[in-house]
């Protein structure tokens, strides 16, 4: 296990990491490879003030990147230890030693870049139960909990998004921040560009995030019938709860793709204090919601949105 070998391994495994997903594709983290370690920073100047001034999202965006970090050192044979100070560096992955890679891994690793987020309409093809209980085991096993809502449940949701939703068409700071992160080209390498959102919103019992302005996606005509909503929680509410948090929905996200499920989060009533406790209710004291997500199944023969842009490796990795 030479240095360079090492620092090799850390630089591929930072950049498989900028295929995360976040919160408005801010993708607001920097990796820092320093004496044979990857350590994992928050970016300030990528962080959603108006909307996640306490920084939620953005740590959870952090912990997705953290854990495609670890899908891609894993897909190498790597064995390494985490560390998660939850302060500055935010974690960090240090390699112990290299052995032959599992072919399981090297699956997970292709998930990375199959993954989206498709804001389509789903089937009318349920999620099978067995599927479902296997990602609330994959939740589990990431650090996290999923809690799949009931018929009644679903409608509360319904309200609470509505609500949220609501909450940030009426906010002017909310909505210029929207506007600045959504739409258009996005030639910068960040934000969510037109061909990933939906020309209309589409119908649903449970709205998608309508984020005011339009895209070129064809959503289908479908309802969201037949579509499973969950909750993603834990125990806890500290900034390490919600990195952890960030590590399981990417584990839950990659394994629904492996699933063929597809998998898209609703953040709006996590992000409203109202309806974020709105959310803990249906968790009846059971712990602390981080995201509420749609999973269904979707028509094959749609073709999905194309890749979401992604800063340049340069921008995002330093080696020290
Ligand atoms: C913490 C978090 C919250 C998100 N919230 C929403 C949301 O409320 N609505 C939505 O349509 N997409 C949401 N997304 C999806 C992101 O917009 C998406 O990951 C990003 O644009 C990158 O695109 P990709 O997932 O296709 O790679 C969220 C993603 C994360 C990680």
Redesign the pocket.
């Known amino acids: 296990m030479s240095e360079d070998e090492v620092t090799r391994a850390l630089v591929q495994a930072a950049d498989a990491a900028r295929f995360a997903?976040?919160?408005?594709?801010t993708q607001p983290w920097r990796w820092v490879v320093r004496d044979g370690r990857l350590e994992l920073h928050g970016v300030a100047e990528r962080q959603l003030t108006a909307q996640d001034p306490d920084g939620r999202?953005l740590l959870?965006?952090c912990g997705?990147a953290l854990h495609h970090a670890q899908v891609a050192l894993t897909a190498e044979g790597w064995r390494f230890e985490v560390e998660r100070p939850a302060a500055e560096p935010l974690a960090v992955l240090r390699p112990v030693e290299r052995e032959a890679a599992h072919p399981e891994a090297t699956r997970h690793l292709q998930m990375l870049q199959v993954?989206?987020?498709d804001?389509r309409t789903v089937t009318d093809d349920a999620v099978p139960a067995d599927t479902l209980r296997h990602l609330i085991k994959e939740t589990e096993e990431g650090g996290a909990r999923l809690h799949v809502l009931d018929r009644d449940q679903v409608i509360e949701l319904a309200v609470a998004v509505e609500h949220a939703q609501k909450a940030e068409d009426t906010d002017d700071r909310l909505r210029s921040e929207t506007a600045r992160w959504v739409g258009g080209d996005r030639d910068e390498g960040t934000g969510?560009p037109a061909s990933?959102l939906p020309e209309e919103v589409p119908l649903a019992t449970v709205a998608?995030?309508d984020f005011q302005t339009r895209g070129t996606l064809k959503a289908g005509g479908g309802h969201d019938q037949a579509a499973s909503y969950a909750v993603l929680y834990g125990s806890g509410d500290d900034d390490a709860d919600w990195l952890r948090a960030g590590e399981a929905?990417s584990r839950l996200w990659l394994a629904a793709t492996e699933q063929a499920v597809s998998l898209?989060?609703?953040?709006?009533p996590v992000e409203i204090p109202s309806t974020r406790h709105t959310l803990r209710g249906m968790l009846a004291g059971t712990g602390h919601p981080f995201?509420a997500v749609r999973l269904g199944t979707l028509d094959p023969a749609e073709s999905a949105p194309p890749r979401?842009p992604r800063l340049p490796a340069g921008q995002v990795i330093e080696v020290v």
């Not at 997903?21 to 594709?25: G, L, Q, R």
């Open positions: 997903p976040s919160i408005h594709n999202m959870l965006s997705t993954r989206r987020t804001r969510i990933a998608e995030r929905l898209l989060p609703l953040s709006g995201l979401t």
